[in-house]
């Protein structure tokens, strides 16, 4: 399937099959990746704007990010490690640094400045190689893993830097997800070519179940549905883009109670 950088470029770019089903790839993929998240709308490093839509997406982020620590604290002690992969500005690890030893990692400066700015007890670290081996309770990555092209390699670092029944938490779109078959090559999650990879739910269970990992369970995330729909929309210049995403949006997570299929899936993976 070809499909336009909406958010950008205009560029067209194809998403392909690769060798684990339900795993797509873009292709062919840019030398220069940095420059296509060199924009002030990109939502990962923008920072506070007083604009109305800005205030409510902060509202709705705050859900979101206690949604996230919830989930770690079902699964760890106070005080654990845990370590957030591609950190971006830091909402997450400020969210939960009172309660965890946390640790950041985000590759792009302006986001790391904006992190390092906002953050009292968390360590921002540069380089993976810098953490002790079998020394973290946790590494998170919300949203990120799809950016990575090296994913066998990074998976295998995460491997070596968590303990025995340590957790990997995943959160990535889902391609198999109502809202995604209805919007097609307007589906704004597939945002490539910054989505290196695009995975259906299968998909990631083919590839987190294996010698190395457990996948323990599967969360949705509920409020991606509507983002992304109505992101969808506005690339297809519909009129009231945010009516009909916030009703394509609900739409898609009513059938994904059955189904299982949200738009955007959680997965805590253990180290065995």
Known sequence: MKIKDH?????????????????LRTTPLPDNLDKYYESKDYISHHQDS?????????????FNLNYKRNILAKELFLHAKVLDYGCGAGEFLKYIEDDFTTFGIEPNQSAQNAATKKLSKTKIIVDLNTIEDE???????????????????????????LKTNGLLIIAVPNHSSFDAKHYGKFWAAYDVPRHVFHFSKSGMEKLMNNE?????KIKPL????????????KYKKSPLFWIK????????NFKAIKS?????????????
């Open 50 to 62: 007083g604009t109305l839509k800005e205030k409510l997406y902060k509202f709705l982020q705050g």
């Open 245 to 252: 995403g916030m009703i394509y949006g609900a739409i898609s």
């Open 260 to 272: 299982g299929e949200f738009s955007s899936l959680i997965y805590v993976v253990e180290k065995k």
């Open 222 to 233: 509920h409020l991606d549905a509507f983002y992304i729909s109505m992101l969808s929309e």
């Open 212 to 216: 190395n990992w457990n996948l323990k």
């Open 7 to 23: 958010f950008l470029t205009q560029e067209e770019f194809e998403v392909v099959e690769t060798e684990i089903p339900g795993v």
């Open 135 to 161: 020394s973290l309770d946790a590494i998170t990555l919300w949203h990120v893993f799809e950016h990575i092209e090296n994913q066998q390699h990074i998976l295998d670092e995460f491997y070596k830097k």
